[in-house]
């Protein structure tokens, strides 16, 4: 097949897939004198929007085609035209060792999930423990959160199959290259998400599909002899001459093991403190902490498409921004959310923490972001591997208090902050955070270098979204758990000084999202896969 790239076409000739292949043949034709007939297929590689002059978007493509008369075409030498290359495949050695016992997997998140496919593929019939809800549970029980107010932890969005990920935009943008990350895509489109994430340039699936998509994988994980328990929290792990030989599960079973894939997440909090406990290597790590903030979406639209703004082939805008501060200190948006919502993300009782989702056609009235500002392990005051965990726990719960005890979020708008006053009523954004708000000014939860360098980004991050300052957007408070605040150390065999413990993933510190969690829990998969044989009953 030969690769074509550059290819250029105008918003109306895109408006759905079919036109675009249309219209994208009809160029190549023009553009290189190749016969229409001689045409046999074409395929998208890549897609993405041009919108670096407003007067001017346009979407940019690479696309593979099957020609008859290929050595002619390719002999004219044209630029854009190469050979497609040949996509590797996933080859794994498989190794001899004889397991004695099956692997098991701490966490159904990102991690989990395809460390678990990938062993199951493999013959390992892995025995994954998720301490939350499979997803039709935990839909349930956040729901009854709302209505009742009545916390429990399996209500929580950050715990339970598909982890924190599942309720999030479920985008799969990274910037690591990496053969796995097409894995990845090839099985979440073979399990349900939709064909064009192998090929946007920003690929995201929405939370509303993607809980299918996860359950459908987990499905094909015990139909390959794999096993997914929930409500199974390890709680103690036991350790012999220095190697794993069984975990702990709700503090009574025990499950016998030599080797188990460690992917938590950032936010189990009671596992870091049992990890800690058992003297498994643990250090600080840098994080950041902010707010949500809330714009009307048709607001980011305009600043970022002009005229062609809401033309229904482009969707709803986004935005990515960064700031440095004379303070040293830097601010940035993250996990920003088109069309979308702002949510409960409370882990533990008492306590407030933010977050933002989609759901795949981003078509709610607000676009959010994480607006955060980096914390370094200097801030906490304390050399305790787990003192990051106590200084977003101090804000989580002060701003539950300032909020009203009632998992209330602290809200603020951008103009009253800016101004240092409290907000009293609301403007043209309404806010979706739910249970529900109380305003509260984010200087009585923050300390000012932290206020001061968000003030000083939303002024900056206004010249380059027109309207990012607008009076009446909504801050809301507290986004604390955008990244692990602790790394469980592992050697380059992605192994915890403590034989058969590999820690993995966004929890201990070795990937920042859902592509760079799922690769990092294959690459660790790939340690038991490389030195043993698939397990035999």
Do not use: W
């Not at 809980?211 to 409500?231: A, H, P, T």
Request: aromatic share 8%.
């Amino acid at each position: 097949m030969l690769r074509i790239i550059d290819l250029k076409l105008s918003l109306d000739k895109a408006i759905n897939h079919d036109s675009e292949l249309f219209h994208l043949k009809k160029l190549i034709v023009r553009t290189f004198n190749i016969s229409e007939t001689s045409i046999l297929s074409i395929k998208l590689y890549k897609k993405a929007i041009d919108a670096r002059k407003k007067e001017q978007i346009h979407f940019v493509y690479s696309v593979d085609i099957e020609v008859k008369n290929e050595g002619m075409i390719f002999a004219k030498g044209h630029r854009q035209i190469s050979v497609t290359p040949h996509i590797k495949s996933l080859d794994i050695p498989v190794g001899t060792q004889k397991l004695k016992y099956r692997p098991v997997i701490i966490g159904f998140g990102p991690s989990g999930i395809f460390s678990a496919l990938l062993l199951a593929k493999k013959g390992y019939r892995p025995i994954v423990l998720e301490r939350g809800l499979d997803v039709d549970q935990r839909h349930e029980q956040m729901d009854h959160f709302l209505k009742t107010l009545h916390f429990s932890e399996n209500a929580s969005i950050l715990f339970g199959e598909g982890g924190a990920g599942t309720y999030s935009d479920g985008k799969l943008t990274t910037l690591i290259s990496d053969i796995r990350c097409r894995f990845v895509l090839e099985e979440l489109v073979s399990h349900g998400a939709p064909e064009e994430i192998m090929y946007i340039n920003k690929p995201h699936v929405g939370t509303d599909l993607l809980r299918g998509v996860i359950k459908n994988i987990r499905q094909d994980i015990i139909k390959m002899g794999g096993e997914v328990r929930f409500n199974a929290c390890v709680t103690d792990l036991v350790i012999h001459n220095n190697h794993l030989t069984k975990v702990i599960i709700n503090h009574k079973e025990e499950l016998l093991t030599n080797h188990c894939l460690l992917g938590i997440g950032h936010s189990a909090r009671d596992t870091f403190k049992m990890l800690y406990d058992n003297q498994i290597p643990l250090s600080q790590k840098p994080f950041a902490i902010g707010v949500r903030i809330e714009h009307p979406q048709a607001l980011i639209n305009q600043s970022q498409y002009g005229v062609y703004a809401n033309h229904p082939s482009l969707g709803a805008a986004d935005y990515k921004l960064s700031y440095h501060s004379q303070n040293n200190r830097s601010a940035y948006t993250f996990c920003m959310c088109p069309g979308g919502y702002v949510v409960c993300a409370t882990s533990e009782a008492l306590g407030v923490v933010t977050n933002g989702m989609s759901e795949s056609k981003r078509d709610s009235k607000n676009a959010n972001s994480a607006l955060l500002v980096n914390i370094n392990p200097e801030d906490f005051k304390s050399n305790h591997p787990l003192a990051g965990i106590d200084y977003q726990r101090h804000y989580e719960q002060l701003a539950f208090k300032l909020a009203g005890s009632n998992y209330n979020a602290p809200i603020q708008k951008v103009g009253d902050f800016l101004n240092d006053r409290l907000s009293t009523s609301l403007g043209v954004v309404i806010p979706s955070y739910k249970p529900g708000y109380t305003f509260v000014k984010m200087t009585d939860i923050y300390p000012k270098f932290i206020t001061n360098t968000m003030k000083e980004a939303i002024l900056d991050f206004n010249q380059k979204i027109k309207g990012f300052a607008l009076d009446d957007a909504i801050m809301t408070g507290v986004e604390t758990r955008s990244s692990s605040p602790v790394r469980i150390t592992r050697d380059d065999n992605h192994q915890s000084s403590i034989r058969g413990l590999y820690p993995m993933g966004e929890g201990a510190g070795y990937a920042g999202g859902i592509m760079s969690a799922s690769v990092d829990g294959m690459k660790t998969a790939e340690q038991i896969i490389t030195n043993f044989a698939p397990f035999d009953l």
